[in-house]
């Protein structure tokens, strides 16, 4: 809360928009499926609560991996076994710390095996290392508290 005057206003603290990429197993129209299912009442792009933005990336026709540098795809392709050409692109806004809400839904994408990346580490997340709370360099999945906590920003 800041105090202005004689007057305290409560200023909400606003985060950057944040990034994750889920890789799930399976083809893309299972994917689709499922975000349809589960996100009904729209459609490319899907939102969960208007704070989560969920869309279908591609490398043919959109804008995926245009700013991932090598070593990255290298790590990425290991854990996936082949250069994935789409994935699932989830922003989260910066109004809400967003941590339960990407856990969920990252949760759901991932049921049948894939990986997902986050914006703290270049470390390909399972859902069983996100589930056990894993720590991989200092960092949990979507720790951006950590991250920042440790200079890392």
Not at 72 to 91: C, F, K, N, S, Y
Not at 125 to 142: C, H, N, Q, Y
């Amino acid at each position: 809360m800041k105090i202005y005057g004689l007057y305290s206003v409560a200023v909400p603290t606003l985060r950057p928009m944040r990034t994750v990429f889920v890789f799930p197993a399976g083809e893309r129209d299972q994917t689709i499926a499922s975000l349809d299912r589960h996100l009904s009442h729209q459609r490319e792009p899907w939102t969960l609560d208007g704070n989560l933005y969920i869309d279908i990336d591609d490398e043919e026709t959109g804008c995926l991996f245009s700013d991932w540098d090598s070593e990255d795809m290298a790590i990425l392709e290991a854990a996936v076994g082949h250069h994935p050409g789409w994935a699932v692109q989830i922003d989260i806004s910066g109004r809400i710390d967003g941590t339960a809400e990407v856990h969920h839904l990252v949760a759901m994408l991932l049921e049948h095996g894939g990986v997902v990346m986050d914006d703290y580490t270049a470390h390909p997340w399972t859902l069983p290392e996100i589930l056990s709370g894993a720590v991989i360099d200092g960092l949990r999945f979507f720790d951006f508290r950590g991250y920042h906590k440790h200079g890392r920003s």
